[in-house]
C-alpha cells in the first residue's frame, strides 16, 4: 500500500489492514499537511478510537475494508440510544467523513450517512454599553491587573479566539501601522487593523509588563502568572471572571467578546464578507449566524420607532 498526502491510495492487495494505523496517517497528515491545532487533532482522534472500539466489541472488526454502512447505521443506532447529545454525534460522524474522504475508498460507507440535525442557538453576547464598562481604565497598575484589561480589549477589539490571542508575539505587532498579525487555524494568518484608542493603552502595558516578576518568555505578549507563555485556560478564567456581572450563561468565555464585536459590526453596517474575513471564518455559512442577531436588533428597533409596527401605546 502506498500512501501520498491528498491522493487516491493504490491498494497493491486486500489484506487486512488495521483501523488504527490508518487513524495514526491520517492524524499525521492533518498535523503536517492540514496543520491543524493540536486541539482538533486530539478530538478527531478521540472519536474515531470511539469508532474502532464500537468496531471491535460488537464486530469483532478491525479491518478497514470491511466496514460497511451498516456498522456505521448501527453505530449511529448505538450512540443516539447512549444519550450522547446531539453535537456530539454530528462531530463522530464528521470526523468518519473526513476519514474516509482523504482514504478514497469506494463505495465509502459514511457517504450518505446523516447525522441527527442539530437545533442552532444564537451566540450570546454583550452589550455596547457593558463593554464600554468592561473596558474601562484601570484604576491600578498591576500588572496582572492591567495585563487581564490589555487582553478583554484585544479580544473584544480583534475578535480573535483565545488560542489565536495566547499565540502572540510581539512582533506580531506593529503600533506604528496600528496592526496586528494574527495566525488563526490551519496556520492562517490575517492582518487586523487596531483601533486608534487602544494604541496608548498597549504602550502603558508594555511599560507595566517589564516589571513582570519572574519572566521566562520574552517573546510573548501576554505571560501568565509563573512567566511562561499564558495558556488558554488561564486566558477563558480572565474572561469568566470579568463578564459574569453582564452575562449569566453558562457560555460566558472568551467566545463571548468575539460574538460581542462581530454582531456590532453587523449592528452597525459592516459587510458581512469584511466580517468574515475578520474573524478568519473560512466560510462565510460560519459567519452568518450573526445576521439572525443584527436581525433581532433591526426588529427591535422596528417595533419601537416605526409608527405602524402595530405596536399598542
Known sequence: ME???????????????????????????????????????????????QFSIFLEEQFDLNDFLQVTQ??????????????????????????LKNFYKYYKLQPNP????????????????????????????????????????VILDLLYSTGMRS????????????????????????????????????????????IIRQNWQNEIDDQALFLGVRGKRINTREIRRVVRKAISQYCKSDRRGAHILRHSIATHLLENGADIRFVQEFLGHSSVTTT???????????KEIYGTAHPHSGKED
Open 163 to 206: 488560542e489565536e490571542l495566547a499565540n502572540i508575539d510581539f512582533r506580531d505587532i506593529s503600533i506604528s501601522a496600528e496592526q496586528i498579525r494574527i495566525t488563526g487555524k490551519g496556520f492562517k494568518q490575517r492582518i487586523i487593523p487596531l483601533p486608534q484608542r487602544f494604541i496608548p493603552r498597549l504602550k502603558k502595558y508594555l
Open 288 to 298: 452568518q449566524i450573526y445576521t439572525h442577531l443584527s436581525m433581532n436588533k433591526l
Open 70 to 95: 451498516d456498522e456505521v447505521r448501527e453505530y449511529l443506532i448505538y450512540m443516539m440510544k447512549s444519550g450522547l447529545k446531539r453535537t456530539s454525534i454530528a462531530r463522530r460522524i464528521s470526523a
Open 110 to 149: 459514511v457517504e450518505d450517512i446523516t447525522p441527527p440535525k442539530i437545533a442552532k442557538s444564537l451566540p450570546d453576547y454583550l452589550q455596547v454599553k457593558n463593554v464600554t464598562e468592561l473596558l474601562a481604565e484601570p484604576q491600578s497598575e498591576d500588572p496582572v491587573i492591567y495585563r487581564n484589561v
Open 3 to 49: 500512501i501520498n498526502y491528498g491522493i487516491k491510495i493504490i491498494w497493491e492487495n486486500k489484506q487486512e489492514i488495521c483501523f488504527m494505523n490508518l487513524v495514526e496517517e491520517w492524524i499525521e497528515y492533518l498535523s503536517l499537511v492540514k496543520r491543524y491545532s493540536a486541539k482538533t487533532i486530539q478530538s478527531y482522534q478521540k472519536d474515531l478510537n
